[in-house]
């Protein structure tokens, strides 16, 4: 590993170890008197770990409890100014608290930065009201309202909103916190006969919620006790390629929700790409791409098999804004370019493939500007944020100098329409001399052979830690990680390291980290499930890596442990999780009777397989359940009985984001669609009888029994491709078992029953009996 001082390139240990260590903070010392430094030195405080502890000026304000606060100096030649050495120095900050109270610090991801317990427990009644500062509540409203739904869903409390003074057992909201260093994310809690949450900004009201939130998902009391919380890093990223699988719009809603309940704040929608030639016959006119904005200048270039209007993403932005979260839209250019150069051939290289823009053609950039003039004029844009994600990435270096030219030509051209800009490193690969912006540039630097860390951060650029070697899954694609090593990130990451190289702690530069999920495979079943359940156990970590740095309060195991406790948040099932972990079997309808569970239309009850069953009629007759799905792992057993008359495509059960079919499309065989890909499991249900099914589901595939027997095991299939190397790549065939609505055919179904667990197969047979 390149040890810190090679930040800047400067190795000189002798000149490092002559620093002295920080003279000790005693008690009422309001600035650290910097080390002695050396002579024809000058020392230069830029940062610490705990900026709200000790900021840049040096100046300190006493945390909740005595703190390690580890300070970043540059140490400066006063002769030669490209002469200068990285210093890291730890320091202990006396608190405003001798001990750490009563109340252990309870558990919250990411972890509360500072924490002393008080004395008992706070506990929400009916009587209690959320509570806005009477001169806050214009801009604290819509957190009030958020909070209000989030509670009545959680935990069954439909809370009064109201302005003024806070009683006891009131949940308060206000500004203008007298603590100035927290920042913009920080926030106080304080739970004592009320709970108050107090921030200098919106965001910092919004994160102290869902510590409120996450708190109550474990447990209906609260400990008592007040933290100070705020975030190591300004950036705490997850990135979606929604280029080469498409995701729905609830989708990508319901993971600006679950990502603001982890307190992640950055969220970028990569909007553009392509699949790889070699997957598709080596035919550029084969190969996927998509573009997923409606676009009015080129019509088609947008998306058909799945895109946003410009008001739906306008929508989706303004969400993020409402929970704490700033989407970051992601055009990528020129490279991955592949939905252009379809759209007009003249734009695309006959050099280096129809990928790549031909950047010596000047209608490219003039397709390219009208690109993204269309979502940034205007006095409302359709990218309402600061900044914007302009790609950049992995273009032939062969043609560096027009590729630098490019660069730079976008970065101002965004930047004129008063926007910030992100771009991919990529100035190490594609070195040149033609100078590429730097100023309100950030880069996401993942793969130091492509921006070289350190030389980025001489060039003055802002850097996104997301390195591909740690954050990088690729579903089912046997390279990069199909589920990230949480362990390893949990114990050995932090955002400071970039590759094998490790920034110090506290450099301002690194703005913090980004995860990504690449859908290189195009086609191979993946689901938007899929994606999500190798996403949530790394957003769990990532968010504390993200918020707190290397500071642990726990080790993995117990981490893991106790993360299993809180979920994606209010209003978001997305893991399709129903009932409780030790009760496995969480629904079972005998249809015997009437059931207020169950909504009929167009149907009834007849004659069941065992005592009465649904009966259904056709397309239009089904029954409604309370559920809407259950996720991995599961088994769902029912009888079905169906006429002889269904038509092909017959559904028998159905979700938003999934269909089990009776009769896959013409193949007469029982089977089931979700994201665009239909799956039978080559059987076909026998008509007018009793046919006992059972379906399990986990995340590596789905397998069907017929009356007790294994019939088929969708696990383990791969897609054979026809390159040269004939490659084989994995096919998800995995289910989401929808459970909203149950019918629309020409049949009966009796005695359903639905285990949060994968049965074995003596469990299934025993069914039977």
């Known amino acids: 590993m390149i040890t810190r001082s090679l930040a800047l390139g400067q190795v000189d240990s002798t000149v490092i170890k002559s620093v002295s260590g920080i003279p000790v903070i005693k008690p009422g010392d309001t600035k650290v008197t910097f080390p002695e430094e050396p002579n024809g030195y000058h020392l230069v405080l830029k940062g610490s770990d705990h900026n709200p502890v000790i900021d840049s000026t040096g100046r300190i304000v006493k945390p909740l409890v005595a703190k390690n606060v580890t300070l970043y100096f540059q140490l400066l030649s006063n002769t030669n100014d490209t002469l200068k050495y990285d210093i890291s120095k730890q320091v202990f900050v006396l608190g405003k608290y001798a001990d750490k109270g009563i109340n252990p610090q309870p558990f919250v991801i990411p972890a509360l930065r500072e924490w002393h317990g008080g004395e008992g427990t706070f506990v929400l009644t009916r009587a209690s009201r959320i509570v806005v500062n009477i001169r806050d509540k214009q801009v604290l409203q819509k957190a009030a309202v958020i909070l209000q739904k989030e509670l009545k869903e959680e935990i069954g409390l439909n809370l009064k909103i109201t302005s003024g003074k806070p009683q006891k057992g009131d949940i308060y909201l206000a500004l203008h916190e007298k603590d100035a260093t927290i920042g913009d994310e920080g926030y106080y809690f304080d739970a004592g006969s009320f709970i108050k949450i107090s921030a200098l900004d919106y965001q910092g009201v ?15 009391t609260i400990p008592k006790g007040i933290a100070r919380d705020y975030p190591e890093f300004k950036v705490r990223g997850f990135i979606l390629d929604d280029g080469r699988k498409f995701f729905s719009l609830q989708f990508l809603r319901d993971y600006v929700k679950f990502m603001s309940y982890y307190k992640m704040n950055d969220f970028q929608i990569h909007l553009s790409d392509n699949g790889f030639r070699k997957y598709f016959g080596n035919k550029w006119d084969s190969t996927y791409s998509a573009f997923r904005l409606q676009n009015g200048t080129y019509p088609g270039l947008t998306a058909k098999d799945g895109a946003y209007t410009k008001q739906e993403f306008i929508a989706l932005q303004q969400l993020a804004d409402s929970y704490g979260v700033r989407i970051i839209p992601e055009i990528d250019v020129p490279a991955h370019a592949l939905a252009f150069t379809k759209l007009n051939p003249a734009i695309g290289s006959k050099l280096y493939g129809m990928d790549h823009l031909d950047l010596h053609n000047p209608l490219t950039y003039t397709v390219i500007e009208n690109v993204f003039k269309e979502y940034l004029s205007g006095d409302h844009p359709v990218f309402m944020g600061k900044e914007v994600h302009i790609g950049t990435d ?45 100023k309100n540039v950030t880069m996401n630097t993942w793969y130091n052979g492509y921006a070289n860390p350190i030389a980025m951060k001489k060039l003055g650029y802002n850097q996104i830690s997301t390195p591909d070697g740690w954050l990088y899954i690729v579903p089912a694609a046997g390279y990069y990680y199909d589920y990230l090593d949480t362990k390893n990130l949990y114990n050995n990451w932090t955002p400071s390291m970039i590759g094998e190289v490790n920034f110090p702690v506290g450099d301002p530069t690194i703005l913090g980290g980004a995860f990504a999920v690449w859908n290189d495979i195009v086609g191979n079943g993946i689901s938007e499930k899929d994606v999500h359940d190798r996403v949530f156990p790394a957003m769990q970590v990532l968010s504390q890596k993200m918020w707190n740095g290397s500071v642990s309060i726990m080790n993995f195991d117990d981490f893991e ?34 059931d207020e569970r169950v909504q009929l239309h167009q149907a009834g009850y007849a004659k069941g397989h065992k005592g009465n069953a649904l009966s259904f009629s056709g397309k239009n007759s089904i029954a409604e359940l309370p559920y809407k799905e259950i996720g991995y792992d599961y088994t769902v057993s029912f009888w079905i009985n169906p006429a002889d008359n269904n038509p092909d495509s017959t559904i028998i059960f159905r979700s938003p984001n999934s269909v089990v079919k009776l ?33 399990t589901g986990t995340n590596k595939g789905t397998s069907l029994y017929v009356n007790g027997q294994l019939q088929k095991k969708m696990y383990d299939d791969f897609i054979q491709f026809t390159d040269k190397d004939k490659t084989k790549k994995p096919r998800s065939e995995t289910l989401f078992f929808p459970l909203q609505k149950v019918g629309g055919f020409n049949g009966k179904i009796d005695d359903l029953q639905v285990w949060n667990k994968e049965l074995t197969d003596k469990e299934i047979e025993d069914l039977l009996y």
Not at 671 to 684: C, E, I, L, Q
């Open 206 to 220: 919004f994160w102290g919620t869902r510590t409120l939130l996450q708190l109550l998902e474990q447990k209906r």
């Open 394 to 438: 992995e273009y032939d270096k062969r043609d560096a100098e027009a590729f630098r030219a490019f660069t730079d030509h976008f970065i101002k051209y965004v930047q004129s329409y008063g926007k910030d800009v992100r771009v991919w490193g990529a100035l190490t690969h594609a070195a040149g001399t033609t100078p590429v912006t730097v």
């Open 561 to 594: 442990s106790a993360g299993k406790k809180i979920s994606e948040g209010p209003e978001t099932n997305i893991r399709g999780k129903i009932g409780k972990p030790d009760q496995p079997l969480v629904a079972y309808f005998n249809f015997d009777k009437r």
């Open 663 to 695: 009769k896959q499309g013409s193949t007469g065989n029982l089977g089931f669609s979700r994201d665009g890909y239909d799956f039978d499991f080559g059987y076909a249900v026998p008509a007018n009888t009793w046919t006992h099914i059972v379906i």
